[in-house]
């Protein structure tokens, strides 16, 4: 899975904030606001990378956190950003 348009991560009054840029911003009108950890899971679905890849490097990537909550928070925003249709699978 990966995203469907190209966006930029800002940080605006400390969120970080994603914007379709190029062809994707006629498609996708609307930002999406984020924290530091969503930041990093939806700057790696820039490019194709399964769920289960998504989920270790994140893992690999926070050790302090339980596994558990990895997968979890992991699918939580994945579906938030399907919901909004902007990955493609």
């Known amino acids: 899975m990966k995203l469907k ?3 930029i991560i800002n940080d605006v009054a400390d969120q970080k ?9 006629t498609k996708f009108n609307g930002f999406i606001k984020m924290n530091e950890v969503g ?7 820039a490019e194709d990378i ?5 989920i270790s490097k994140m893992a ?7 596994a558990e909550t990895v997968d979890r ?3 939580e925003f ?9 990955i493609e699978e």
């Open 39 to 45: 930041a990093d899971i939806f700057s790696k679905l």
């Open 17 to 25: 904030v994603a914007v379709a840029v190029g062809e994707g911003l």
């Open 73 to 75: 928070c992991v699918k």
């Open 5 to 7: 348009y190209k966006f």
């Open 78 to 86: 994945v579906e938030k950003l399907k919901a909004s249709d902007i």
């Open 60 to 66: 690999a990537e926070y050790p302090e956190e339980p």
């Open 50 to 54: 399964s769920l289960e890849d998504l």
